[in-house]
Nanobody, 124 residues
Framework: VQLQASGGGLVQAGGSLRLSCAASGRTFSYYGMGWFRQRPGKLREFVAGISWHGGSTYYADSVKGRFSISRDNVKNTVYLQMDSLKPEDTAVYYC??????????????????WGQGTLVTVSS
């Protein structure tokens, strides 16, 4: 599976962005998908995950209620809708795929494929 993340940019605090992650390969619908981020000087951290069928979603406490993950298995794309953005959300965001299909795995080492990252900058 090859992943291509897009949709990052500069936004003011309180604004919204939607990230997309386009996947190649016929087996996309079998994978659990996750979004991670890496803030300056910090380790990569789990943001959100979604099961292979889209029926189960998981969020880090820091984004719960503000971010929403979804997927379209026909378009081979996973999305991250980010609302009420804060300056501390500034990071490079990565999408990733994992073979278990659950989408609830939060450790970066448990994911099998990674996109290249897209930068989100939230100004105060």
């Amino acid at each position: 599976v090859q992943l291509q993340a897009s949709g990052g940019g500069l936004v003011q605090a309180g604004g919204s962005l939607r990230l997309s992650c386009a996947a190649s390969g016929r087996t996309f619908s079998y994978y659990g998908m996750g979004w991670f981020r890496q803030r300056p000087g910090k380790l990569r951290e789990f943001v959100a995950g979604i099961s292979w069928h889209g029926g189960s979603t998981y969020y880090a406490d820091s984004v719960k209620g503000r971010f929403s993950i979804s997927r379209d298995n026909v378009k081979n794309t996973v999305y991250l809708q980010m609302d009420s953005l804060k300056p501390e959300d500034t990071a490079v965001y990565y999408c990733a795929a994992e073979k278990s299909g659950s989408g609830r795995l939060s450790g970066p080492g448990t994911y099998d494929y990674w996109g290249q990252g897209t930068l989100v900058t939230v100004s105060s």
